[in-house]
C-alpha cells in the first residue's frame, strides 16, 4: 500500500469517527457536540475529496 492510499484511509477514519460521534453527541441530547461533529465531517470530507484530487493528478492513485 503506497502512501496516498494510506493517507486517503485515514481520511476515511476520520469521517466514520465523526459520524460515530454524531450519534453519540445526539444519544447523549448534546446539540454543541452534534453540531460540531456535523462541522468536523464537513471539514474532513472537503479535506479528503480535495487531497484525492491532488493525488489523481498526481498519478498516485
Known sequence: MN????VMFIFALAA??????????IAVQSVFGAI??????I???LL????????RNQGLL
Do not use: E, H, N, P
Open 3 to 6: 502512501l496516498a492510499k494510506l
Open 16 to 25: 466514520i469517527l465523526s459520524m460515530v460521534s454524531i450519534g453519540y453527541a
Open 36 to 41: 460540531a461533529a456535523v462541522l468536523a465531517l
Open 43 to 45: 471539514v474532513v470530507f
Open 48 to 55: 479528503g475529496f480535495t487531497m484525492k484530487r491532488k493525488f
